[in-house]
Nanobody
């Protein structure tokens, strides 16, 4: 099992920046990729982006490309989501996720709230 714990959410004004962190613990040797999902009020959960744990290759949903950056620190089992030029529509609960490479994200954190005020 892998446990994930997010931190760094909060309230920020539109146009501002915020960094989310995610600490992975447990059987981290089996992690193939980690990433982030988000769920806005009244909306379905959506994929934000992910990073391959060994190669560091990233993938993002179109709405955050050029504004969000995912990075990882393998030695510390940490993943980061750097968010800039934030918009009110980025307001959501952000979840850290991990996959063992089986095509689905098996592990989820409990989420951290991000609110972007206009």
């Amino acid at each position: 099992q892998v446990q994930l714990a997010e931190s760094g959410g909060g309230l920020v004004q539109a146009g501002g920046s915020l960094r989310l962190s995610c600490a992975a613990s447990g059987r981290t040797s089996g992690i193939y990729a980690m990433g982030w999902f988000r769920q806005a009020p009244g909306k379905e959960r959506e994929f934000v982006g992910a990073i391959n744990w060994s190669a560091g290759i990233t993938d993002y949903t179109d709405s955050v490309k050029g504004r969000f950056t995912i990075s990882r620190d393998n030695a510390r089992n940490m993943v980061y989501l750097e968010m800039s030029t934030l918009k009110p529509e980025d307001t959501a609960v952000y979840y850290c996720v991990a996959t063992s490479g089986n095509g689905k994200y098996d592990y989820w954190g409990q989420g951290t709230q991000v609110v972007v005020s206009s």
